[in-house]
């Protein structure tokens, strides 16, 4: 089992859509926890990091399941400026390397 | 606060020959990890190091190779250079916190777009 697995998309969504990628982990004792936005040919950028409560940053919601060893992000109102890849990262075996997920590719459709 | 800078931009060369890429992190960021990107495809983990020490490689073959300085930058070199080699390599620098369980986030360089001929 890979240490952090992403929802394989694509997913094409037309504006104002609302759509949720998760993405499991496999240590449960994982401590620290980020999505992360990638656009073509760029490097990726940090989105925001996950806190246990949950936390929103404007139309953007992220939310952590630790009985279940996942993390959410939802994106509510989709803009076609949404489109790009979201990669989450986790904290991941006993060095606590941060480890990227495959990434999920999204397509905002006008 | 300068973020993480990679140099160079662009680096051309032909098969065979080596390259060297280097990275600095943020200021107080200890830990240096290096990622190749190839047109289309997902970042492949190639390399972290932390307090001058390498922690974990990925899946590459040994012409792989780097190291981290006591300034905490770091340099990639790829000898015997291929055709597949031909990538986005990108650099990020974090935070480990020892002594407690978190990292903080990674935060990337621009990268270096590396042309094999």
């Known amino acids: 089992r890979k240490e952090v697995e992403q929802d394989p998309g694509p997913f094409n969504v037309p504006e104002g859509a609302t759509v949720a990628f998760n993405c499991t982990y496999s240590n449960s004792a994982s401590q620290s926890f980020f999505w992360y936005r990638q656009d073509c040919r760029k490097e990726p950028k940090l989105l925001m990091s996950?806190?246990?409560s949950g936390n929103e940053d404007g139309r953007f919601t992220a939310q952590l399941n630790r009985a279940s060893q996942y993390i959410s992000l939802l994106i509510r109102d989709s803009k076609l400026s949404d489109s790009a890849t979201y990669l989450c990262?986790?904290?991941?075996?006993?060095?606590?390397?941060?480890?990227f997920g495959s990434g999920t590719q999204l397509t905002v459709l006008p | 606060e300068a973020g993480v800078t990679q140099s160079p931009t662009h680096l051309i060369k032909t098969r065979g020959q080596q390259a060297t890429l280097r990275c600095s992190p943020i200021s107080g960021h200890t830990s240096v990890y290096w990622y190749q990107q190839a047109l289309g495809l997902g970042l492949q983990f190639l390399l972290w190091y932390d307090e001058g020490e390498e922690r974990n490689r990925g899946n590459f073959p040994p012409r792989f190779s780097g190291r981290q300085f006591p300034n905490y930058s770091s340099e990639l070199n790829v000898n015997a250079l291929e055709l597949e080699d031909s990538a986005l390599y990108l650099c990020?620098?974090?935070?480990?916190?020892?002594?407690?369980?978190?990292?903080?986030?990674?935060?990337f360089g621009n990268g270096t777009r590396l042309t094999v001929t």
């Open positions: 996950v806190y246990s």
């Open positions: 990262v986790v904290n991941a075996g006993s060095a606590r390397q941060l480890t």
């Open positions: 990020a620098s974090s935070i480990l916190h020892r002594g407690l369980s978190y990292n903080s986030p990674l935060h």
